[in-house]
C-alpha cells in the first residue's frame, strides 16, 4: 500500500486540521457543565463519518450520551470490522499547570515528538486515535480499497465508565455483529518500537465518606477527645498495604492469575529503562509491590491508588478546625480473573470493619469492569503485527497494559468477538494530566497502519 503513504502525505495539513477543529470541542463528560459540548462533539464526529464515506451513519440517543453510530457495508458476506473509540474526554484540570488551554490546540516540538506533537485534550485520548480510523476509512473509500465492511460506535461516556454502552450494546447485537473489534485507545513502547496491547486491567472505583462529630468543631475544645474523621481516614487508607506494599483486604488476591516464570521472562523482554523511566517522572526511585518489577507492577498486578481525598479546611491561611466528615477516592485496578464487583464488596467490608467506634464508615461503589487479556494467536493479532511490520519495519510486541476500558470484556461476552487494541499514543503523552499531546508522526502512522490491518485481516479470513 505505497498509495496510503503517498495520501497521508498528500492531505495531511488538512487531516491535523479537522482534527484540531474536533478538539476545539470541550467534551469532558465528567462535568455537566460541558453537556452541550459533548452532544456538539456527537453531531461532529457523525459528520466526519458521512463526509469519510459511510453508507449510514446515526446518532443513537441513550439514557446518558449519545452513540454514534456508522456503517459501510459492501457485501454482507465479506467480514466485518467494528471500529470502537470515545469522543468524550477528561476534565482539564488543573488548568494552570498547561503551557496552552486545553482545549484551543497547538502543536510543539517536544524531546520525543521532534515533528510536533497537537496539545488538548482529547488529542491522545481518544479523539485523536479514533480519528486516525475516520480518515483511514476515507482513505479506503477514495482509493476503492476497503477490503470488507466496516461499522463504527463512538461513545460518549467512556471516562465515565460506559454506562450508556452497556446498555446500547445488550439492546443492539445484531445491528453491532461483527467479526473482530478494533480499538485505538492505549499506546505504544515507543515511536522506534510498536507493541499491541494483550491486556487491560479491570476497575472497581469507590468512594468513602468518614463522618465523626455531627458538625465542624474547634480543635482547641475538642481536639484529643473525639475522632477526626481526617486523621482515621489517613489511618485505614494506610493500613490498606502492608510494608511490602502488598494489599491488605482479606481474599483480595484469591482470583489473581498468576503468571508463570517463564511468561515473566518473555514479559522482560521488552525493552524498558529504569534510569529513564524515574528521569521522565523526576522520581529518585520507584515504589511498590514487593517481588515484582516496574513493568510487572503496572500491569499484571492489582493495585489499590486513592486519587483524591479532601475534607476540613483547606483554604487560604490557618482554621483550627475538626471537621465533621473526610472523603477519598479509591480505585483498585484489577487483573484477569478478579470479579470487579466482588472485589467491591470485599473492600466495602473491610473498610466498614477497620473503622474505629468513634467514626461512621460509607462505601459508595461508582463503577468498574474486568480486565481482559486477548491471544496472540488470533487472526486479528496477526493482522495487526503484520500491519505493524509493514509501517514500522519491526515487529510489534505483545503487551498488557495497566490502564483500563472495561467495556472490551463486555464486548467478548455479549458480542462473542475478540478486540485488537492497536494503541498510536505513548505513556509520555500525558493522558488525563496537563499538556496531553498525540505526536503528528504517531497519528500520521496510525492512518497509514490501520488500512493494512483491514487488508490483513480480510487476507487471513479466507
Ligand atoms: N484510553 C484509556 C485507557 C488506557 C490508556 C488503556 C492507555 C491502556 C493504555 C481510557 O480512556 C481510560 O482512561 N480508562 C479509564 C477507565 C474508565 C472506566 C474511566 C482508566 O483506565 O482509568
Ligand atoms: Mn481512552
Ligand atoms: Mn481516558
Known amino acids: 500500500m505505497e498509495n496510503i503513504k503517498s ?80 469522543y468524550d474526554v477528561q476534565p482539564p484540570d488543573p488548568l494552570e499547570l498547561w503551557t496552552s488551554p486545553p482545549f484551543e490546540p497547538v ?25 486516525m480510523h475516520v480518515k483511514a476509512l476515507e482513505y479506503m473509500v477514495q482509493s476503492n480499497t476497503l ?32 467479526d473482530v473489534i478494533l480499538i485505538s485507545d492505549t499506546g505504544m513502547i515507543s515511536n522506534q518500537q510498536p507493541s499491541i496491547t494483550t491486556g487491560l486491567r479491570g476497575l472497581s472505583y469507590v468512594e468513602v465518606e468518614v463522618t465523626g462529630p455531627n458538625r465542624d468543631l474547634h480543635s482547641g475544645l475538642y481536639g484529643g477527645a473525639v475522632a477526626n474523621p481526617i486523621n482515621i481516614l489517613a489511618k485505614m487508607i494506610a ?71 479532601w475534607g476540613g479546611y483547606t483554604g487560604e491561611g490557618a482554621k483550627t478546625v475538626i471537621a465533621s466528615k473526610a472523603f477519598a477516592k479509591i480505585s483498585m485496578r484489577l487483573v484477569p480473573n478478579q470479579d470487579w464487583e466482588e472485589i467491591t464488596e470485599l473492600f466495602t467490608k473491610h473498610f466498614i470493619s477497620i473503622a474505629p467506634a468513634g467514626v461512621t464508615v460509607k462505601v459508595k461503589p461508582h463503577h468498574g469492569g474486568q480486565g481482559y487479556v486477548t491471544p496472540i494467536d488470533s487472526i486479528g493479532y496477526k493482522a495487526a503485527n503484520m500491519a505493524y511490520t509493514e509501517t514500522f519495519g519491526i515487529p510489534a510486541i505483545p503487551v498488557r497494559s ?22 498510536f499514543g505513548l505513556d509520555s503523552d500525558a493522558i488525563h494530566s496537563p499538556n496531553e499531546h498525540f505526536g503528528i508522526f504517531n497519528y500520521l502512522k496510525g492512518i497509514e497502519t490501520i488500512p493494512l490491518f483491514y487488508k490483513y485481516f480480510v487476507e487471513l479470513s479466507k
Open 7 to 86: 495520501y497521508v502525505q498528500q492531505h495531511k495539513d488538512r487531516f491535523i486540521n479537522e482534527l484540531i477543529e474536533l478538539l476545539k470541542i470541550p467534551s469532558v463528560s465528567a462535568d455537566t457543565a460541558y453537556s452541550q459540548d459533548v452532544i456538539d462533539t456527537s453531531e461532529a464526529v457523525k459528520v466526519s463519518l458521512e463526509k469519510a464515506g459511510c453508507d449510514f451513519v446515526e446518532i443513537c440517543d441513550t439514557p446518558g450520551y449519545p452513540i454514534v453510530y456508522g456503517e459501510k457495508i459492501i457485501d454482507k458476506s465479506l467480514p466485518t470490522v467494528l471500529v470502537y473509540g470515545h
Open 107 to 131: 502543536i510543539k516540538k517536544t524531546e520525543i515528538h521532534p515533528e510536533g506533537a497537537i496539545f488538548a485534550r482529547g488529542s491522545c485520548d481518544d479523539k485523536g486515535q479514533m480519528f
Open 147 to 178: 477490503p470488507c465492511n466496516v461499522k463504527f460506535m463512538i461513545e460518549g461516556e467512556e471516562e465515565v465508565g460506559s454506562k450508556s454502552l452497556s446498555w446500547f450494546v445488550e439492546r443492539n447485537q445484531e445491528k453491532l455483529k461483527n
Open 239 to 309: 493500613s490498606l498495604h502492608d510494608d511490602d506494599n502488598h494489599i491488605t483486604i482479606p481474599g483480595f488476591y484469591d482470583k489473581v492469575q498468576e503468571l508463570s516464570l517463564e511468561e515473566r521472562a518473555e514479559m522482560a523482554k521488552a525493552p524498558f529503562n529504569l534510569d529513564d523511566y524515574k528521569k521522565a517522572l523526576d522520581l529518585k526511585d520507584v515504589y511498590g509491590e514487593k517481588g515484582y518489577v516496574t513493568n510487572e507492577r503496572n500491569s499484571i498486578r492489582p493495585t489499590l491508588d486513592v486519587n483524591g481525598i
Open 402 to 423: 495497566g490502564g483500563s476500558i472495561p467495556i472490551v470484556a463486555l464486548f467478548e461476552k455479549e458480542l462473542k468477538s475478540k478486540t485488537i487494541l492497536m494503541g
